[in-house]
């Protein structure tokens, strides 16, 4: 299964004392400014959408966590263009009408 994160992540959530992102740990001002970095806009997502479409096109299921659902996002990874039926599609939707 691979996992993309379209717009970056923060980092990777860790149990160590090594990570920036440890579980519960209390964060910093130079924590947040590493972390920041990893965070991408609009023009910095290119790369990745293509590996997304590849993706998406090739795919039996999707998963959508925390994504939005906008059409602005969906076309952003090719999703209209890209999925084939029956592809099964799941998706959180926490505050969405």
Do not use: C, W
Not at 23 to 44: R, W
Request: overall charge negative; proline content about 1%; charged content about 20%.
């Amino acid at each position: 299964m691979e996992i993309y994160h379209v717009y970056g992540s923060l980092g990777q959530i860790s149990n160590t004392e090594n990570n920036n992102l440890t579980y519960g740990k209390d964060l910093t001002i130079s924590d947040i400014n590493i972390m920041k970095n990893n965070i991408k806009i609009v023009e910095e997502i290119n790369e990745i959408n293509t590996k997304i479409e590849n993706s998406i096109e090739n795919a039996e299921k999707i998963f959508f966590l925390g994504f939005s659902l906008d059409k602005i996002n969906l076309d952003r990874v090719g999703f209209f263009n890209k999925v084939s039926f029956p592809t099964k599609i799941y998706a959180t939707t926490l505050g969405l009408n």
